[in-house]
């Protein structure tokens, strides 16, 4: 059992589900009903009206309603919204027992001590029907989900069962339901709309409760004789099936469970038991120590039962509704129903793998709770409650999932759980302080103590594991043994590692806490509602379920909702902003969210402006809520740029200091108060244009005036005089000339002031003496006098330092977002700036090395005295270096046990016994084998050109192991063709550095390099290629010949191309130089290439005036259909020209019309017939004379020798 | 080992096994060792000095007060120091070993084993190593058998190892050794093996090497390339990546001189150096056998 949910009270009598809200009502025996959100765990109201214990009560299925029943003989509909009774029923003669509501008529159904069952109307609210018959208080009355019937039970110790299907034909209008009010009381006692169609009679004391199956024509009833017991019916009779026996006590409330097979029952016996429906056995039972249950009430549509006892209720499950899962790379593995199955994120595909036990269905909550993944030995781990914990260990079938009837047995073994900590190891919990770690056999390969007492382990990257205690996990090592971290935290249930395994999230029931590798804490999150689930992104945000709830949390701990959800959900993993769950069908499920705002507040954290920058152009992100949040977090200047309310904006711009930006706000809100504020962040700036436009828009002259006095603005300063004057602020004049240090003035002001007295006194001080004489004179009498001794001046302001104009501020690049946003110019180049200067200096680093060691090398090489060193000379290592026989004394007591092994055959040895490749023994080392069969196969002679290659092979064959640090490194033969299922220690042939494919290549760089005209460079390509193939090994006949027909594209080109290259160098000989052009158009060549070799010839020979050959060139220049114009123009032309002339200049070697080759050394044409000898392995045609010399075209084969032909496969051999 | 308490110098000796010899160096204060611990611990310190070249510093700092164990190290530090001494070095060797109160003590029979290994003469070497007695002196004697090609005798030692202690670091890196020469599936194993430690521990040259020598065996000479060139960056200088370059680099037909001369010049001794050489000699000779 899975307890919810608690509640302790009064008696609970009667309780009641929400269909749709996590909400449960719980009448208690003190006259109250509750109303409970059991998610939340709070009181949302109480309804206190009933006068005693109120036994029944029921939410409507639709309606704000429900409908309660009590002890005061009142039936009572309240509606939950308006927190008050609507209405009561009148008409029950003594205590109700159960009410209900009918699930789609205004009806409600009431069971009475009054041995009547009474159905209401509770929108006309009357009672419709009165159904008499029971002779004792009828415990229990309820509709039939579907059909027109209602299943009562009463202590008379029958169950009946009542049609009301003439009640429902009588209320098919609602204009004959106010008609029937009359008729009422006439069928009071007919009952001709409501009449009993069963009795069930068996129990042999008082039926407490009956209901009925939700689909099946199958009712449970519960009685005080201590049975539960199952009745079926059909059309005609019912009868009773089979009694459960066990309960101790009188049953109180018993109900068929809607999604399971089974049947729950509870009795005064204090235990709460659960039956297989079909068996008709106890499954399990729970017991409490004090409490009689009173009344079981189940979820309408979810897997929720609640039960009603002498202290308050419970809410609860009988079992885990989380399907087990694990996500391994690309795939969740998860249970559903009895198979295991994979679900690929890719493909989006769902695959069943295997079946897996069923849980015995002895017991509840026996499924699969866990799932560990091994993906290289493709291995699941599956564990569960069963048997006081296990596990099964399973191998997938490698590639055919499909139907498994070659399927595995499973490994089993027992424990509190288990999973890999490596890819062939899995850890078990077997008691609280000893984990053994077991192979894929489920053999124990070790065991190891834990540190503390551990009720559950879980993954902690390969080789560790994460423990948990009652109030912390630790970090523990299993092969070191020791305790890497330690972290107190609530009771952790779930586990989630990121994917680079940097964090760690542990869910407990409330709350999250993120942690580091080594569990160091990062932050804590705190839930009021169940966390559920969670996965980390790839930009390191924890995304998480609650019960209701898709949310995030940011590596700083913010957290923030991202979605809500209608059903829990488990996540599995995300993808950019899917978000694949699991739901509790186990139905994978892609949710797609908007992670817009988390990805923007994890840029402001990570400081990932440019991010942030293109996030506030492109999207949509407003709000209060992320404006309050970027304040919150000292980003004003961000929040800024998502206001559109000006005050907002003002403010924020000037908490950010924008003054310009505040300028434009103020001007637009245009109020006292903002530009005061705004003169006062300007004045702290010292930006002193604003400040004096503030002043001015707040008509603050004094503040002004001194502003103006400050920065030195005596033109401003004497217009203030003059403002002053026509506003006839005596004042504020008076100030301004003092400023300005105008005697005249400030004696005027004083004068027209009546300060006659003052102003002749200034006057008179600053010798102003024509005026002071004017005043004394109107003073007369009353002439102040003046301080003696004392020397006047004038008092002159000193003239700042800097005139006018803002303060001068330090030059500060603007921030990001100001710059960025404004002009949507980025200028993130600078982070980049720095980036590239060190590589620079990496790179020079680099080079110095190189030109170290260009000048060392020689140096090098030079030391290098010739010492023979054979270690991989196959032959030479056949002679055995006998073991010396004289071992020494001390070490005899070592060694007299010792006969050490002879050494075995080097696997380059092996290649060579084995092959009759060249190439094969090149790679071996054994480059006189290698030779030899050169030399036999092909003729070679001159091995000079393959000197390089040889080595390459050579050095190609062996990789370098680092084994033990300080000994000699193991040299590995590279074998050719691995593949995954060849055998160990068996021999392959040696993986060679020379292959088909890169002679292709070649061969594509010496075309490209001939069309361009880099004959050079092409010929070099080509002879490349055909000093290569000698030692190149295919693998199928078919390459063979494909070797083959490379052999001769080659040799053609090598030939043309040496020609060409011979002609242009006999710059004074044009009649070789025409034979020459002429011979290289009969190589073979591509198309391309053969209209060059034509034009070239063409041209040579017209301009020798040779036109009639010309003229066949050009003839055969068409015939290729040249897709340049200007060749075909020019072949014409020449064509044209030639037939006016069809004669040649001069005599050439040269007849087109006889078919011949051309002589390799001395390129000549050897026509038909004429005998000539061959290179045996470029197959070059030469003139006889040139027999037993090298041949010129590959410069590798002697002319004309014997040869058994080219061997490059080992097919070949076979 | 495979009871007992927590294990002070175990990651001390993972660093060693794995190759990050400075990281050995650098954590290796470790308070509260009993004697033979601390001494265990200076051996790991110094044979990590060796393994970076340093071999002077060893010679200079181990007198000859030191444990014999640090003796045996110093040899070996003499011995790889100045080729042109090893005779010496030898006989002091030997004379150690023929000593019954010291020739037992399984770091210097280890150092024998490697000096003799280096001599190539390997029965001498597997009469010091093959008593085994330490996970170090095991995992040598498979060194030694895979020299001799003796994969057989190979399999038997790490079967031994494997019942001592399966999870032992040096008991994987034998088994990769030894799966890398048979070859064939067991190379994925290996490779396995190699992938295991890059996510346990910190990625060290030996174990991009390893990783990349299981790729060039499986044929993935791209892959191999990009996890040289990764241990590259490491160690600009280490000698197996340079010779995996140099193999890596033929194999995909790209240049390859520039490692191989890189090579040369920081390890003239390197095998593959040494091939190259002999290669050179026995082609020539070749040539004129065959001319």
């Not at chain 1, 004057?725 to 027209?752: A, C, P, T, W």
């Not at chain 1, 003229?1111 to 032309?1133: G, I």
């Amino acid at each position: 059992m899975l307890t919810k949910f608690e509640t302790k009270s009064n008696r609970v009598k009667g309780l009641s589900f929400h269909s749709k809200r996590p909400w449960i009502l719980a009448s208690l025996h003190s006259g109250v009903i509750q109303l409970w959100d059991y998610r939340m765990g709070t009181l949302i109201d109480r309804f206190d009206e009933h006068d005693g214990p109120v036994r029944g009560v029921h939410f409507h299925k639709s309606q704000p309603l429900f409908v309660s029943g009590g002890d005061d003989y009142k039936i009572k509909v309240w509606n939950y919204k308006l927190h008050r009774c609507l209405f009561t029923l009148l008409g029950h003669l003594d205590y109700i027992r159960t009410v209900q509501f009918h699930h789609e008529n205004p009806w409600i159904v009431s069971a009475s001590d009054d041995q009547t069952i009474r159905i209401w109307n509770w929108q006309s609210r009357t009672c419709i029907s009165v159904l008499t018959g029971h002779n004792h208080y009828v415990m229990c009355a309820s509709f039939h989900p579907k059909e027109d019937l209602v299943v009562s039970a009463s202590l008379d110790q029958t169950v009946r069962v009542w049609d009301i299907g003439a009640l429902k034909k009588k209320t098919v209008s609602p204009a004959d339901d106010i008609l029937r009010l009359g008729q009422m009381n006439t069928d009071f006692f007919g009952g001709v709309d409501a009449v009993v169609k069963y009795v069930l009679e068996g129990h042999d004391r008082g039926v407490n409760w009956a209901s009925f199956h939700p689909t099946l024509p199958l009712i449970v009833s519960g009685a005080d004789d201590r049975q539960v017991k199952i009745w079926r019916m059909n059309d005609t009779k019912a009868w009773e099936v089979d009694t459960l026996r066990g309960h101790t006590n009188n049953v109180s409330c018993v109900l068929f469970h809607a999604r399971q097979d089974i049947i729950v029952s509870n009795s005064e016996d204090k235990s709460i038991r659960v039956w297989d429906a079909t068996k008709r056995t106890g499954l399990q039972a729970f017991r409490r120590e004090h409490d009689r249950l009173w009344i079981l009430s189940a979820h309408p549509e979810m897997n929720l039962l609640a039960a009603g006892h002498d202290n308050g209720m419970i809410v609860f499950k009988l079992e885990r509704e989380r399907p087990a899962f694990s996500v391994s790379g690309d795939s969740v593995f998860y249970v559903k129903d009895r198979f295991l199955r994979v679900y690929e994120y890719s493909i989006q595909k769902d695959t069943q793998l295997i079946p897996i036990r069923r849980p015995g269905s002895n017991s509840l909550n026996q499924g699969p709770r866990t799932l560990s993944y091994s993906p290289t030995e493709n291995a699941v781990l599956v564990c569960s409650d069963m048997d006081g914990g296990s596990y099964e260990l399973h191998i997938l079938p490698k590639d055919s999932y499909g139907r498994g009837d070659t399927v595995q047995e499973a490994k089993r073994g027992s424990g509190g759980s288990a999973l890999f900590v490596a890819r062939n190891r899995f850890a078990v919990l077997e008691s609280s302080n000893q984990v053994s770690v077991k192979n894929l056999k489920n053999e124990i390969v070790k065991k190891s103590i834990l540190p503390l007492a551990v009720d559950a382990i879980f993954y902690a990257g390969t080789g560790n594991l994460l423990c948990r205690a009652e109030d912390r996990v630790v970090l523990f090592d299993l092969q070191q043994k020791i305790v890497h971290g330690d972290l107190q935290t609530s009771f952790v249930r779930y586990v989630v590692w990121s994917q680079d395994m940097e964090s760690v999230a542990l869910l407990s029931k409330h709350s999250i806490v993120i942690a580091d590798k080594k569990l160091a804490h990062c932050c804590t999150l705190r839930e009021t509602i169940r966390v559920k689930s969670g996965a980390w992104d790839d930009n390191g945000v924890f995304i998480y379920t609650t019960l209701t709830h898709i949310k995030y949390c940011l590596p700083n701990g913010d957290s923030g909702i991202i979605k809500t959800l209608d059903v829990p959900m488990y996540i599995t993993k995300i993808f950019g902003s899917t978000i694949f769950c699991l739901d509790r069908d186990g139905k994978i499920r892609p949710i797609i969210v908007n992670s817009t705002e988390y990805v923007f507040k994890l840029s402001l954290l990570r400081k990932r402006y440019d991010k942030v920058m293109s996030m506030i152009r492109n999207s949509e992100l407003c709000g209060q809520a992320m404006i309050a949040y970027l304040q919150q977090k000292g980003f004003p200047q961000v929040a800024l740029y998502f206001v559109k309310d000006e005050r907002t904006r003002f403010n924020l711009a000037l908490e950010s200091g924008n003054i310009e930006k505040a300028l434009e706000s103020a001007k637009k809100i245009d109020e006292k108060d903002h530009w005061y504020r705004l003169g006062v962040e300007a004045l702290r700036q010292g930006n002193a244009g604003i400040v004096e436009y503030a002043y001015q828009r707040t008509k603050n002259f004094e503040r002004l005036s001194f502003h103006y006095l400050i920065t030195g603005n005596l033109d401003k300063l004497s217009k203030m005089v003059k403002i002053a004057e026509v506003k006839n602020d005596v004042m504020g004049q008076f100030h301004d000339s003092l400023y300005i240090g105008d005697v005249g003035e400030r004696v005027k002001i004083l004068e027209n002031a009546g300060h006659l007295p003052l102003a002749y006194l200034t006057a008179s001080v600053h010798g102003l003496h024509d005026t002071a004489e004017r005043l004394a004179a109107e003073l007369g009498e009353n002439v102040p006098s003046l301080p003696k001794g004392r020397r006047a001046s004038l008092l002159i302001p000193p003239s700042p330092v800097l005139c006018a104009g803002d303060w001068p501020l330090l030059m500060i690049s603007k921030g990001i977002f100001e710059g960025g946003l404004d002009e949507t110019v980025k200028d993130a180049h600078e982070d980049y700036q720095e980036a590239a200067d060190a590589d620079w200096g990496e790179a020079l680093d680099i080079g110095e090395v190189e030109n170290l060691q260009n000048g060392d090398i020689s140096m090098v090489l030079e030391e290098e005295n010739a010492e023979e060193e054979n270690e991989e000379g196959g032959w030479d290592l056949e002679d055995l270096d006998l073991p010396p026989e004289t071992p020494k004394t001390a070490a005899t007591a070592r060694s007299s046990v010792l006969i050490p092994p002879t050494p075995g055959m080097p696997v380059s040895q092996i290649w060579v016994q084995k092959s009759s490749l060249a190439a094969e023994h090149a790679a071996a080392g054994n480059f006189d084998t290698a030779m030899r069969l050169l030399s036999r196969q092909l003729g070679i002679r001159n091995f000079s050109p393959l000197k390089s290659l040889f080595q390459d092979i050579h050095m190609g064959s062996h990789t370098y192991l680092r084994a033990f640090s300080s000994a000699p490194v193991i040299s590995v033969a590279v074998e050719r063709g691995w593949s995954e299922s060849a055998s160990p220690n068996v021999r392959g042939p040696p993986a060679l550095v020379f292959n088909f494919s890169q002679l292709e290549k070649k061969l594509k760089a010496g075309y490209k390099a001939t069309t361009a005209g880099k004959f050079s460079e092409a010929l070099g390509h080509f002879l490349a290629i055909l000093h290569t193939i000698p030692l190149i090994v295919v693998e199928t006949r078919r390459e063979v010949d494909e070797v083959k027909e490379l052999i001769i594209i080659v040799k053609e080109y090598v030939l043309g191309l040496q020609m060409e290259l011979k002609r242009r160098e006999l710059k004074d000989n044009p009649v070789r130089q025409q034979e020459l052009a002429a011979y290289f158009t009969h190589c073979i060549l591509q198309t391309p290439h053969l209209r060059l070799a034509l034009l070239n010839a063409m041209t040579v020979c017209y301009k020798a005036q040779n036109l009639s050959t010309a003229a066949t060139f050009a003839r055969r220049l068409l015939e290729t259909n040249p897709t340049a114009e200007n060749q075909e123009k020019l072949a014409r032309q020449i064509l044209h020209v030639a037939e006016k002339n069809m004669k040649d200049a001069i005599d050439l070697n040269y007849d087109f019309r006889n078919p011949f080759v051309v002589c390799g050394a001395t390129y000549v044409p050897i026509y038909r017939g004429q005998r000539d000898v061959t290179c045996p392995y470029c197959s070059s045609h030469f003139v006889p004379s040139q027999q037993g010399q090298l041949c010129t075209v590959c410069n590798l084969a002697e002319v004309g020798s014997d040869a058994s032909g080219l061997l490059c496969s080992p097919t070949q051999i076979r | 080992m495979a009871a007992g308490g927590p294990d002070p110098l175990f990651g001390l000796r993972n660093s060693f096994y794995l190759g990050a010899y400075q990281a050995a160096i650098n954590n290796s204060d470790i308070p509260n060792l009993s004697a033979d611990d601390a001494v265990e611990r200076d051996s790991i310190v110094y044979r990590s000095y060796i393994a970076l070249g340093s071999y002077q510093l060893v010679i200079n700092e181990i007198d000859s007060s030191a444990a014999t164990p640090l003796q045996a190290v110093k040899l070996l530090a003499l011995y790889l120091s100045n080729p042109a001494n090893k005779e010496m070095t030898i006989s002091s060797l030997q004379e150690w070993l023929g000593d019954p109160a010291i020739g037992n003590n399984p770091i210097l029979r280890l150092i024998a084993g490697i000096i003799f290994m280096h001599e190539q003469d390997y029965n001498e070497a597997l009469k010091h190593t093959n008593a085994g007695g330490t996970m170090d002196l095991h995992a040598l004697n498979v060194q030694i058998f895979l020299k001799m090609h003796r994969s057989d005798y190979a399999e038997k030692q790490l079967r031994i190892m494997q019942q001592i202690d399966e999870d032992h670091t040096l008991t994987q890196l034998a088994n990769a050794w030894l799966n890398l020469a048979v070859g064939g599936s067991k190379i994925q194993e290996a490779y396995l093996i190699f992938q295991d430690f890059s996510e346990k521990y910190q990625m060290t040259s030996l174990i991009l090497n390893g990783k990349a020598v299981c790729c060039m065996h499986m044929g993935t000479f791209d892959e191999a390339e990009s996890l040289l060139l990764e241990a590259l960056n490491k160690d600009a200088k280490d000698p197996e990546t340079l010779a995996n370059l140099v193999v890596c680099s033929l194999h995909l037909g790209k240049p390859s001189s520039r490692y191989l001369s890189q090579l040369t010049l920081s390890h003239p001794d390197h095998i593959l150096v040494k091939r190259a050489k002999t290669a050179e000699e026995s082609f020539d000779r070749a040539v004129q056998t065959n001319a």
